[in-house]
């Protein structure tokens, strides 16, 4: 099986507001990503877990935070959501086992902030 | 860092045609390239990868080649069928030693498979 699942698949949020999103997979995968997609752009990566070390991109440092609490869910939290948020949050994993690198992704959460 | 650059945002074969999606990456130490199809109201699927140990891999109907000294990958896609319709993603990476990859992907191309 290698579904990566995500909860909400829709989040409506309100400007200043805190926004939860969830990440789960259950195939022992050390690594876990979020990304971040809005319309004709390309999927860019926020963060990641590796096992338990947190990895943030640069210039989304002060935006994004995580936590994972285990090896099978993750959440992305933002503290305070602006309009500029709304975007398609997608979640993959993967596990560097024999070569292999490929990350599997999650189908989504739509967030809009008004 | 890393810039790819997916140089068709859209693209439109016939059924039974070939189709190809070439992207460029800016980055020498990337190794890794994957692609990823993205179908209506669906995911990113993993399709196929190549690494730069080898300058092409096919997967059935799928082709990728590698060109390192240009810094250019390219999927072939033979003997389209209407299902291959979707938005492709490529990708790079650099291999760490440890055990994730950093995937910084091109903008997609939105092909379409007429019949």
């Known amino acids: 099986d290698t579904t990566v699942k995500q909860n909400p698949r829709y989040k409506l949020a309100r400007v200043g507001k805190p926004v939860n999103l969830i990440c789960s997979q259950t195939?022992?995968?050390?690594?876990m990503y979020w990304y971040q997609k809005k319309p004709n752009q390309a999927p860019k990566l926020l963060l990641f877990?590796?096992?338990?070390?947190?990895?943030r991109e640069a210039d989304t440092f002060e935006k994004f935070q995580s936590s994972r609490p285990n090896n099978s869910f993750c959440s992305l939290y933002i503290g305070s959501a602006g309009l500029e948020y709304s975007a398609m949050y997608l979640c993959?994993?993967?596990?560097?086992?024999?070569?292999?690198?490929?990350?599997?992704f999650g189908p989504g959460t739509r967030l809009l902030v008004l | 860092g890393e810039k790819v650059e997916q140089h068709e945002s859209t693209l439109s074969v016939r059924e039974g045609d070939s189709a190809v999606i070439n992207c460029t990456y800016t980055?020498?130490?990337?190794?890794?390239f994957p692609w990823y199809k993205q179908e209506a109201g669906k995911s990113l699927h993993f399709v196929i990868d190549?690494?730069?140990?080898?300058d092409r891999k096919q997967s059935q109907r799928l082709i990728v080649l590698l060109d390192k000294k240009a810094k250019r990958f390219s999927l072939h896609i033979t003997a389209t069928q209407p299902e291959d319709s979707a938005i492709y993603f490529c990708?790079?990476?650099?291999?760490?030693?440890?055990?994730?990859?950093?995937?910084?992907f091109g903008q997609g191309t939105s092909l379409s498979v007429v019949p």
């Open positions: 993959a994993s993967s596990r560097r086992d024999r070569g292999q690198d490929t990350q599997y």
């Open positions: 195939m022992n995968h050390d690594t």
């Open positions: 877990y590796y096992d338990k070390i947190l990895n």
């Open positions: 980055d020498t130490a990337s190794s890794y």
């Open positions: 190549i690494r730069s140990n080898v």
């Open positions: 990708a790079a990476s650099p291999l760490a030693s440890s055990s994730f990859s950093k995937l910084v």
